[in-house]
């Protein structure tokens, strides 16, 4: 069956770095465009990041673009944000959350892992 | 940034009462919508995409309508494992989630 599982989540101080990954299983992971979705503890949801299927186009959303780097492995079903310059406002549960659609995508998130914990504090 | 918001912040009715869940949208976003349903320590579940589509394996129970700025997410005859935080996301201008209403048990 599908599965998504995240990694690399922990404590982390503002300004510092943080590389979360995101395995893929039971599904052709080249086929799908994949995003990271954050949560803030007993909050609602917010977008984070978004990569294609063929990892052409990349989109974040404004208050992390330019520190975030979101990339994949193909070869091995990996999908992984690099994050740097963390804030306390980064912190929350991050999702790996595939597209409905195969190819270009629509960016509705059907399958999800179960996330990665990410706390900035000092 | 296309705003969303959500009404009722929280709704509660009995298992076997219908559940009218509203979402409005800042701009028009034609019918760039999907609805989720999301369980304490679980990740969201997709119910609805394109405002009135139900995703794989989802009851009929749950409709989705609307289009422009209003959309509804109905829930027919509450289950007892309906009860749960539902968000709405559009897709029509980047991607943002509205904050959800949670529905409880009367």
């Known amino acids: 069956q599908v599965q998504l599982v995240e990694s690399g989540g922990g404590v982390v101080q503002p300004g510092g770095s943080l590389r979360l990954s995101c395995a893929a299983s039971?599904?052709?992971?080249?086929?799908?465009?994949i995003h990271w979705v954050r949560q803030v503890p007993g909050k609602g949801l917010e977008w984070v990041a978004a990569?294609?299927?063929?990892?052409?186009?990349?989109e974040y959303q404004d208050s992390v673009r330019g520190r975030f780097t979101i990339s994949r492995d193909n070869s091995r079903n990996t999908l992984s944000l690099q994050m740097n310059s963390l804030r306390p406002e980064d912190t929350g549960l991050y999702f790996c959350?595939?597209?409905?659609?195969?190819?270009?995508?629509?960016?509705?998130?059907?399958?999800w892992g179960q996330g990665t914990v990410v706390t900035v504090s000092s | 940034e296309i705003l969303l918001t959500q009404s009722p912040a929280t709704l509660y009715l009995s298992p076997g009462e219908r559940a009218t869940l509203s979402c409005r949208a800042s701009?028009?976003?034609?019918?760039?919508l999907a609805w989720y349903q999301q369980k304490p320590g679980q990740p969201p579940r997709l119910l609805i995409y394109?405002?009135?589509n139900r995703a794989s394996g989802i009851p009929v129970r749950f409709s989705g309508s609307g289009s422009g700025t209003d959309f509804t997410l109905t829930i027919s005859s509450l289950e007892p494992e309906d009860f749960a935080v539902y968000y709405c996301?559009?897709?029509?201008?980047?991607?943002?989630f509205g904050p959800g209403t949670r529905l409880e048990i009367k």
């Open positions: 959350a595939r597209d409905r659609k195969e190819d270009h995508g629509i960016n509705y998130f059907d399958r």
């Open positions: 039971g599904f052709t992971f080249s086929r799908y465009g």
């Open positions: 990569i294609s299927y063929d990892a052409i186009k990349r």
């Open positions: 701009q028009n976003i034609d019918y760039f």
């Open positions: 394109d405002a009135s």
């Open positions: 996301q559009q897709r029509g201008n980047s991607i943002t």
